[in-house]
C-alpha cells in the first residue's frame, strides 16, 4: 500500500486549500472526506449564501467558491476518498500514520485534520412538538432558498447562520420573522442589513415554545420570556440555526489533545500534541482563533509547510512564493512573461 506524504482529513475550505498547497510544495497527498460531495459547511449547510469576506470576491456564492477550491486543489492528481469516516490514527514503527476509516486502511508520513465541526449535528430546537415536524415544516439546514419562496418563516437563532438565512430567504418568502433569545451574535453589518429589511425581529428575550399543524407546520406559539407573554404567529416554515453539537470525542480517541471547543494546537506551527499531526480550520482551538473561511486557509498553508520539513528537515519551512513555484499547465494559462 502506497504511502502518502500528507493525509488530510476533511475536504472543506480549509482541506481543500491543504491540498492546493500540498501540491505547490510537491507532495503526494490525499483527502479524506465522510460525506459525499467535497465542500465542507459551504457545501453541505449553506450552498447559496453569499459570502462576502474572501480575499478577491466582493461577493460569491459559497457553491461557486467551492468549485473554484476543487479547481485549485485539483490541479495536482491529489488521491480524493468520499463517504468515509476516519476512524482510528495509529503511529507505526517507522514513524508513519496508519489511518482506518469505516471502509479502509490508509498509510501516510503526516496528517493535517481540517475536520471542522465534525460530524455535523445541528442543535435541536427545545419546543417539545418541534422534533415530530422534522421535515415537515421545521428545518435545520437551508440547502435551496428556493423551497422557502412564497413562504412565511421563522427563523430561530442569532448567530451569523440565523442572520444570514433570514437576509436571504427576505426576497423569496412572503415574511420572514427571526426570533432569538438574546443579543445577535452576528457579524455587525449583518446585523445592520437585518435591521434595515422588512424582516420582523423579535429578539431579545423571544423564544418558539410550541410548533402547532396538522402533518405539517401552520403555526408557532413565542414566549416572551421575561413577561411570560405568548403570541401565535401563523407560518410555513420553522428554520432552526441554533449551531452545532460537536463530537470532540473522536479525536480524543485518536489521542489528539483537544480542549472544550476543539483540538489544541502550537499556533506557530499548527501541530497538534502528536507529533507529525497538524490542525487547521475549524476545528482547532485556541485564544485567537476566527472561525472564518480565509483563516482556515492561511492554517492550512502553515500546516503543509511545517509537515514539509517534517518529512524532511533539509526542507524550508517558508515556502518560495506561488510565481517561483513549479504550477501545472492550468496554473500557467494567463501568466504574464
Ligand atoms: C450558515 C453559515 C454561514 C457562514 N458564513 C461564512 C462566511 O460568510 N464567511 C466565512 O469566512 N465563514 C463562514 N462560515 C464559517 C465557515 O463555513 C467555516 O469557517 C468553514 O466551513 C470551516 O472550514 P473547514 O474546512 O475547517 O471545516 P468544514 O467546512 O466543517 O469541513 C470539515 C469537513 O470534514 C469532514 N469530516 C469531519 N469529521 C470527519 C471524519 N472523522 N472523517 C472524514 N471526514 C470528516 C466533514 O464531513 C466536512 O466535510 C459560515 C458558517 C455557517 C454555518
Not at 502553515?302 to 533539509?314: E, H, R
Request: aromatic residues 6%.
Amino acid at each position: 500500500m502506497e504511502t502518502f506524504d500528507i493525509t488530510v482529513i476533511g475536504g472543506g475550505p480549509t482541506g481543500l486549500f491543504a491540498l492546493f498547497y500540498a501540491g505547490m510544495r510537491g507532495a503526494k497527498a490525499k483527502v479524506i472526506d465522510a460525506l459525499p460531495e467535497l465542500g465542507g459547511q459551504l457545501y453541505a449547510l449553506y450552498p447559496e449564501k453569499y459570502v462576502y469576506d474572501m480575499p478577491g470576491f466582493p461577493a460569491i456564492i459559497a457553491a461557486d467558491l467551492v468549485k473554484g477550491c476543487i479547481e485549485q486543489a485539483m490541479q495536482w492528481p491529489h488521491a480524493v476518498c468520499l463517504e468515509e469516516r476516519v476512524t482510528g490514527i495509529e503511529r507505526r514503527d517507522d514513524g508513519s500514520f496508519a489511518l482506518t476509516t469505516d471502509k479502509a486502511q490508509h498509510l501516510t508520513k503526516t496528517i493535517i485534520i481540517c475536520s471542522g465541526i465534525g460530524a455535523i449535528k445541528p442543535r435541536k430546537l427545545p419546543a417539545p412538538s418541534a422534533a415530530s415536524f422534522e421535515d415537515r415544516g421545521v428545518h435545520y439546514y437551508a440547502r435551496n432558498f428556493d423551497a422557502f419562496s412564497g413562504l412565511r418563516v421563522v427563523v430561530v437563532g442569532g448567530g451569523d447562520s440565523a442572520v444570514d438565512y433570514a437576509l436571504a430567504l427576505e426576497p423569496r418568502a412572503k415574511a420572514v420573522t427571526i426570533v432569538h433569545r438574546s443579543q445577535f451574535r452576528a457579524h455587525p453589518h449583518s446585523v445592520d442589513l437585518l435591521r434595515r429589511s422588512k424582516v420582523e425581529i423579535r429578539q431579545p428575550d423571544f423564544e418558539v415554545k410550541e410548533v402547532h399543524g396538522d402533518g405539517k407546520v401552520e403555526a408557532v406559539t413565542l414566549v416572551q420570556s421575561k413577561t411570560k407573554e405568548e403570541t401565535r404567529l401563523e407560518v410555513d416554515a420553522v428554520l432552526c440555526a441554533l449551531g452545532f453539537v460537536s463530537d470532540l470525542g473522536e479525536l480524543a480517541r485518536w489521542g489528539i489533545e483537544t480542549s472544550g471547543h476543539g483540538v489544541v494546537i502550537d499556533p506557530i506551527t499548527m501541530e497538534t500534541n502528536v507529533k507529525g499531526i497538524y490542525a487547521a480550520g475549524d476545528v482547532i482551538a485556541h485564544a485567537g482563533k476566527l472561525k472564518l473561511i480565509a483563516c482556515g486557509t492561511s492554517e492550512a498553508a502553515i500546516a503543509v509547510n511545517q509537515a514539509m520539513v517534517y518529512i524532511n528537515p533539509a526542507n524550508k519551512v517558508q515556502p518560495v512564493h506561488s510565481s517561483n513555484l513549479t504550477l501545472p499547465i492550468s496554473a500557467k494559462v494567463g501568466a504574464q512573461p
